[in-house]
């Protein structure tokens, strides 16, 4: 069945620095999904890329949907303490089909 | 008040009880989806209802059931709790157009 892999697992930063996440689909994706989950709360849309190769922008993140429509990242710049969460991709194999999350990526933010 | 509103928010129960977790919507959404939160393991989904008389099987639907009792409302029952059903619960809708999810505020259910 479809698998959505994810990377880091854990990503500890130092605040004011970048990283970068990784999601990788075993199959072709319509689209990807990312979200935020804040400590104790639940998850919560960020934004959904569609097309081949689209980077979309918001504030300090910068999403990318790779050309094959199989890996996506989510670029953090200058992170904050508001960062901290866990970040889920998640994305349908076709359109239509049903959501499949990744196992998520946690941020940690050291001030 | 949440669009997606699950009931209840924390459970203790027995092993081997019986036990529903409620969701309800008012977002008019008519996809339904149930998921399973395990530190490490992501959201795993059990099942998911793309409208009242649609209801398929997730990666995790052993030892799980589920009913559409109407578009806003999808109940995960657990027929005879066990301990490694211990894990939070997320009730979340979507409709077919936009296609993003919403969540509930999730059920943290222990299993004892």
């Known amino acids: 069945g479809q698998q959505v892999m994810q990377i880091p697992q854990y990503q500890h930063v130092q605040e004011g620095e970048d990283f970068t996440t990784y999601c990788n689909s075993s199959t072709t994706l319509s689209n990807i999904q990312w979200y935020k989950q804040r400590p104790g709360g639940h998850p919560v849309f960020l934004i959904q890329l569609v097309k081949s190769g689209e980077v979309k922008k918001q504030k300090r993140l910068t999403f990318q949907f790779g050309e094959a429509k199989k890996n996506s990242s989510l670029h953090i710049t200058a992170t904050q303490t508001t960062d901290v969460g866990t970040y889920f991709c998640?994305?349908?194999?076709?359109?239509?089909?049903?959501?499949?999350f990744g196992g998520g990526t946690r941020v940690l933010v050291k001030p | 008040d949440a669009d997606v509103t699950q009931t209840p928010r924390n459970r203790i129960t027995k092993t081997g009880k019986r036990i529903m977790l409620e969701c309800s919507q008012t977002?008019?959404?008519?996809?339904m989806y149930w998921y399973r939160q395990d530190p490490g393991l992501g959201l795993r989904l059990i099942y998911y209802?793309?409208?009242?008389?649609?209801?398929n099987k997730g990666e995790i639907s052993d030892g799980y059931s589920v009913s559409r009792q109407a578009q806003a409302k999808f109940s995960l029952s657990l027929e005879s709790a066990i301990p490694n059903q211990t894990a939070l619960y997320f009730c979340?809708?979507?409709?077919?157009?936009?296609?993003?999810?919403?969540f509930g505020q999730g059920t943290r259910l222990t299993v004892v």
């Open positions: 209802s793309f409208d009242v008389k649609d209801i």
């Open positions: 979340a809708t979507s409709d077919t157009r936009r296609r993003e999810a919403f």
């Open positions: 998640a994305g349908p194999k076709a359109a239509g089909n049903k959501l499949t």
């Open positions: 977002k008019g959404h008519d996809r």
